[in-house]
């Protein structure tokens, strides 16, 4: 899993990075999330799994992570 702690001002996560995580260390799509849905910066920012056109709303992005005692874990956004 890889979760992106994205921002305004440096516009994160940026196309090169997400696609290095993929390539590289082979993490699909699904394993991918962002801490951003709502926000649409444009540039050099990673498009995918943001909503676009839609401006940053109050826990439209709040990711939950369970860890449970059989070493499994689950990963998902509490609003999808």
Do not use: C
């Amino acid at each position: 899993m890889v979760i992106f702690s994205s921002g305004h001002l440096y516009h994160h996560p940026t196309t090169l990075t997400a696609t290095r995580y993929q390539q590289k260390a082979h993490v699909p799509l699904s394993n991918i999330l962002r801490t951003d849905r709502g926000d649409d910066e444009g540039g050099e920012e990673w498009s995918y799994g943001r909503v676009a056109g839609t401006t940053d709303k109050y826990n439209d992005d709040n990711i939950q992570i369970q860890l449970k005692s059989d070493g499994t874990y689950k990963v998902y956004y509490l609003n999808p």
